[in-house]
Nanobody, 115 residues
Framework: QVQLVESGGGLVQPGGSLRLSCAAS????????MGWYRQAPGKQRELVAV???????NYADSVKGRFAISRDNAKNTVYLQMDSLKYEDTAVYYC?????????WGQGTQVSVSS
């Protein structure tokens, strides 16, 4: 089992920045993929960004150039730096961990972009 604890969500004005963190604990495999998905009201959950334990990354087109995903393997923690936030970034952001065919999700953290 893997537990994911997210932090860093909140309310921010358009153009502002937030940094999300997600710490994984439990049965962590050295080779894994961690990342972030989001779900806005009335919409399906969608990929935001993922990062392999080796460092490869993948981003949704909608966040390229504005968001940056990174990780600290020693701390089993993944980060999402979100800059130039837009109204449409408002959603619940979920941390994910995947390894050896198993997927785990965090409880979600709300990000609200509003003036």
């Amino acid at each position: 089992q893997v537990q994911l604890v997210e932090s860093g969500g909140g309310l921010v004005q358009p153009g502002g920045s937030l940094r999300l963190s997600c710490a994984a604990s439990g049965s962590i495999f050295r080779i894994n993929v961690m990342g972030w998905y989001r779900q806005a009201p009335g919409k399906q959950r969608e990929l935001v960004a993922v990062i392999h334990s080796g460092g490869n990354t993948n981003y949704a087109d909608s966040v390229k150039g504005r968001f940056a995903i990174s990780r600290d393997n020693a701390k089993n923690t993944v980060y999402l730096q979100m800059d130039s936030l837009k109204y449409e970034d408002t959603a619940v952001y979920y941390c994910t961990y995947s390894a050896r065919g198993s997927d785990y999700w965090g409880q979600g953290t709300q990000v609200s972009v509003s003036s």
